[in-house]
């Protein structure tokens, strides 16, 4: 059995009626532990960062979302045993599987062989489909949660996104990784156990070759990727790609069932089904003949009610009920079961003895991790760089001033005096060395001579006297409005008459003239088209705004929504427009700012009302 590590500080040396020896990770949900039941049997307790608040009502719910989760039993999957809530912390206890996640053995070893990859897919089929069948979506399936334990691979983690959202705590935040994610997921709506048979096929790509299925970046370009790119399946088994291929399609209802998928894999023409363990093989059959008809996909339950990002936009082909709004720009949808109804064919129905443990190890070249999977691999995030609120255009600071003290009046000058003036006395800036607070200084005006290299006129009218301050004052507010007037006279006037015939600099024939408008701009002419994201809630789908110049209204197309607007010009510039959207559900109005580029391109920004912008997104013309 793997090592567990030893407990630190404030961890939990029991939770319920389970001892807790050893801690095992930190996860994206929470942390792992190692525990013993009554009996002595190890078991996996999760708790999770989750604080529940509520009362009983909150842990009833927790509690009751894992029922159709607790039906499955073996059929490739870590059972879950319990679930509860201590104090105001709830956990899970799920059987305890010895061996690495997928996770970490691509990361230790790299991708998998051909065998190793085939059984996986076999294996995590019959997981799912004994998963829907009891009537439990798993909607967190990801190598992370594939444990490779000594009789074959397990699925793990199963019912905690469901009971996440019971307890309003759904998962597909911005620092949380969407490459295993579904459309319809990243979207909003429509989500069922369709969704998990895309995470199936992005899981088996990582596997074969050990990279996520849509490739590097931000959560926002992968999730772009996702919506509207095809992954390159060829590092898959032949055998495989084909299905795999169906199971990432876009709209869910072109995907095959869990059921569908065994049938392909598992079909006695199929070379794939001779290599696989015969206790495997019939176990997934007979999934395949009793598993229902899928259900059609449940809406998503709405999303946790957090103040800054709005909720985010559902895909068009999805049907959904009146009663339910889209994100964003859809509003955001009414809370739904999260899986459909168990089938009436009792769920704990042997289907087919499942093989012992020892029975037939796993194929593939494996080796044993040093500690348990279950520590949720997956605790490195991928920080979602959030797109901020466009600043408004703030107003110029009002200049400065600086207020001039009155000048103190002098006494009439002594007539018999013309070469030593009254000195002037300033307080404070005596030599005094008893009080210099106190002191006063002199300051002497020197006797009277000609201002070298200055005319006579101006060197008498430059002399301070006492009696003539108010003329030196004087004198320097005129020579200072002259010589303005000599620069307007000299620079600025050719420019003012359009004469100046120096070349612009570079870039400077490109800047965007930002003087105030009041209709749509030439500038703005055309249609343009672009994608725009909701990073707060990991979503992204394309935008189409037509502007015709001289209007004060054009025209917005949300086309995965099938959702077209108005947006009404309210202030701007030939740069910035302020424009407000009204728009039909289930779509949902509000502000829009567009601003004009220096490469050309605009970017489009919406919001609910004041505040932040809830998403935005970067459009080009045609």
């Known amino acids: 059995m793997a090592e567990a590590l030893p407990l630190q500080p404030g961890d939990p040396r029991g939770l319920g009626e389970y001892e807790i020896s050893g801690r095992l990770g930190v996860g994206e949900h929470g942390a792992v532990f190692l525990g013993r039941d009554r009996s002595g049997r190890a078991v996996a ?3 999770l960062h989750l604080r529940l608040s509520g009362g009983q009502e909150a842990r009833d719910a927790f509690a009751g979302a894992f029922a159709a989760a607790r039906r499955v039993s073996g ?5 879950i045993l319990d679930a509860a809530v201590e104090g105001d912390r709830p956990y899970v206890v799920s059987e305890w599987v010895d061996g690495p996640s997928l996770t970490q053995l691509v990361a230790e070893e790299g991708p998998r062989g051909a065998a190793v990859v085939e059984r996986l897919a076999v294996g995590t089929a019959v997981a799912l489909a004994a998963i829907h069948r009891a009537g439990a979506v798993h909607h967190d399936f990801k190598p992370a949660n594939i444990l490779l ?3 074959g691979p397990r699925v793990s983690d199963v019912g905690v996104a469901p009971a996440l959202r019971a307890v309003d705590a759904a998962t597909g935040r911005s620092g949380e990784d969407p490459s295993y994610r579904a459309p319809e997921q990243l979207s909003g709506m429509g989500v069922g156990p369709a969704a998990d048979v895309f995470a199936w096929a992005a899981t088996l ?3 074969a070759a050990g990279r996520p299925p849509f490739g590097e970046g931000s959560p926002s370009e992968v999730m772009q990727r996702i919506m509207y790119d095809e992954p390159d399946v060829t590092a898959l088994p032949e055998v495989l790609r084909d299905t795999v291929t169906s199971a990432l399609a876009k709209d869910p209802a072109a995907r095959p069932t869990a059921a569908g998928l065994l049938e392909r894999l598992l079909d006695d023409s199929a070379p794939l089904a001779a290599r696989m363990p015969e206790s495997l093989a019939a176990e997934g059959r007979a999934l395949a003949k009793s598993s229902p008809a899928s259900a059609q996909p449940q809406p998503a339950p709405a999303p946790d009610p957090a103040p800054a990002p709005p909720p985010v936009p559902s895909p068009a082909p999805s049907p959904a009920p009146s009663s339910a709004p889209s994100p964003e720009p ?4 009414s809370p739904a079961p999260a899986a459909a109804e168990p089938p009436s064919m009792p769920p704990s129905m042997p289907l087919a003895a499942p093989a012992p443990p020892s029975a037939t190890p796993f194929s593939g070249d494996l080796r044993q991790g040093s500690w348990s999977p279950q520590n949720d ?8 760089p959030r797109i901020g609120p466009f600043p408004e255009d703030a107003a110029s600071p009002e200049p400065a001033t600086q207020a001039m003290p009155a000048l103190p009046s002098a006494p009439p000058p002594d007539p018999s005096d013309r070469t030593e003036p009254t000195p002037h006395l300033i307080p404070g800036l005596g030599s005094h060395r008893h009080d210099e607070r106190d002191s006063t200084a002199i300051l002497s005006i020197p006797p009277e001579e000609p201002r ?3 005319p006579p006129f101006l060197a008498n009218l430059t002399r301070f006297k006492p009696g003539n301050h108010l003329l030196g004052v004087a004198l320097s507010l005129t020579i200072g409005v002259l010589v303005g007037v000599a620069i307007i006279a000299l620079v600025l006037w050719p420019q003012l008459r359009g004469e100046d015939d120096t070349p612009p600099r570079a870039g400077q024939a490109n800047a965007v003239d930002d003087r105030p408008v009041t209709t749509v701009p030439e500038g703005f002419a055309g249609t343009w088209k672009g ?14 705004v037509t502007f015709e110049p001289g209007n004060k209204t054009a025209r917005a197309v949300y086309p995965q929504n099938r959702c077209a607007g108005t947006l009404t010009f309210t202030k701007g510039t030939n740069r910035t427009l302020q424009m407000t959207l009204a728009i039909p559900k289930p779509c949902t109005s509000g502000t829009v700012k567009v601003t004009r580029q220096a490469d050309g391109s605009l970017v489009y920004a919406w919001s609910a009302g004041a505040g932040q912008y809830g998403y935005q997104g970067k459009l080009t013309r045609g």
């Open 205 to 207: 790509l990582f596997a």
């Open 531 to 544: 994608t725009a994201v909701n990073s707060g809630r990991g979503a992204s789908f394309p935008i189409e």
């Open 45 to 47: 307790v999760k708790l």
């Open 330 to 333: 859809p509003s955001a949808p």
């Open 75 to 79: 059929f490739c999957t870590a059972g």
């Open 452 to 454: 070298r290299g200055m």
């Open 149 to 151: 334990g000594r009789d």
């Open 377 to 384: 691999p997956d605790a490195t995030r991928v920080d979602t």
